[in-house]
């Protein structure tokens, strides 16, 4: 069976920091392309963070570029999004999506995802003081 958990999200003020976590069930994250991709209410769900499934290179949209960093722990079958000096803009729905592609992180972190891939329920970050 197939299937991603994430878990971090909270309520955190702006200026916080907060650690994302998508962990892996039935796959393997590291021959996986792997994004992290959000929803906010009005708005298509857009890609934030991504990681290529061969070379490991990374991919991060320019609002949260030098902010947020994107890693996997092999060993735990697990991605982690660290989110620093958060923003209001930053809140939204996280989901962990996860496919057995050869792509760059670039492109796997275009538009609102592959309805294909694996998908986590999402976790909820909210940034308001």
């Known amino acids: 069976q197939v299937q991603l958990v994430e878990s971090g999200g909270t309520l955190v003020q702006p200026g916080g920091s907060l650690r994302l976590s998508c962990k892996g069930s039935?796959?393997?994250?590291?021959?996986?392309?792997v994004g992290w991709f959000r929803q906010t209410p009005g708005k298509e769900r857009e890609g934030v963070s991504c990681i290529g499934s061969s070379d490991g290179g990374t991919y991060y949209r320019d609002s949260v570029k030098g902010r947020f960093s994107i890693s996997r722990d092999n060993t735990e079958n697990t991605v982690y999004l660290q989110m620093n000096n958060l923003k209001p803009e930053d809140a939204g729905l996280y989901f962990c999506t996860a496919k057995n592609i050869i792509i760059s992180a670039y492109y796997w972190c275009q538009g609102s995802g592959d309805v294909y891939a694996s998908w986590g329920q999402g976790t909820q970050v909210t940034v308001s003081s």
């Open positions: 039935g796959l393997r994250l590291d021959h996986h392309a």
